[in-house]
């Protein structure tokens, strides 16, 4: 199994600014995501992070806005930039091979 | 794109009831699918993952079923305690990109 640290866990921002979140899987792995997770709602795809190249989006999400990177097969992550209330919510970080895993999440709140 | 819907969304029992949480998806082309727990404001934890050639799996209390060809999924959670009480997701990966979808789950409240 592994073990995925994602951080900072929460942080509250001001609009127009941008937030970098870190993930660290404590193994290599092949795959690694990045999710959102809006109030009350379900998880959805924002990017896959590809190691060594540029990420894969999702319809809706693009790379000027939430910028994506993964320089080995251990770490990633992925920057909200330009920040609106709008983009409150929580962003997961996920990575595995056969099995998924994901990390504890990033609470956003911008003000 | 694949469609994942998880019936009830809401579910209240008393302890030690049995739980029976239905998952339905609409790419049978599947990698495996795996069911998830998430408590309020927090990340998720992987309960049990399905090989797509499987039937079942077990792990402690908890049993899931898959049905590929119809696109179906259950959770079985036996003797419910409070400590059940979350939200519970399924979530199938697709062969052709291995990305997981997820429904908007199920939320269990056991109560004492």
């Known amino acids: 199994s592994a073990v995925i640290s994602q951080k900072p866990s929460r942080d509250i921002c001001q609009r127009g600014t941008s937030l970098t979140i870190q993930c660290q899987v404590d193994?290599?792995?092949?795959?690694m995501f990045w999710y959102r997770q809006q109030p009350g709602q379900s998880l959805t795809l924002i990017a896959t992070a590809n190691q060594g190249s540029e990420a894969t989006y999702e319809s809706g999400f693009v790379i000027d806005k939430f910028p994506i990177s993964r320089p080995n097969l251990t770490f990633s992550t992925l920057t909200v930039s330009n920040m609106s209330p709008e983009d409150s919510s929580i962003y997961l970080c996920?990575?595995?091979?056969?099995?998924?895993?994901f990390g504890s999440g990033t609470q956003l709140s911008v003000l | 794109k694949q469609e994942v819907t998880q019936i009830p969304a809401a579910l209240s029992v008393p302890e030690g009831e049995n739980l029976v949480l239905n998952c339905s998806f609409t790419d049978s082309a599947i990698y495996n699918l795996q069911w998830f727990r998430q408590d309020p404001g927090k990340g998720l934890t992987s309960l049990l993952l399905i090989q797509s050639s499987q039937r079942e799996q077990t792990s402690g209390r908890l049993n899931a079923s898959l049905d590929k060809s119809s696109g179906r999924s259950t959770l079985y959670i036996a003797a419910s305690q409070p400590g059940d009480s979350a939200t519970y997701l399924c979530a199938p990966r697709t062969l052709n990109d291995y990305k997981l979808s997820f429904g908007a789950g199920t939320t269990v409240t056991v109560r004492a």
């Open positions: 193994s290599q792995v092949t795959m």
């Open positions: 996920s990575g595995g091979d056969e099995k998924l895993f």
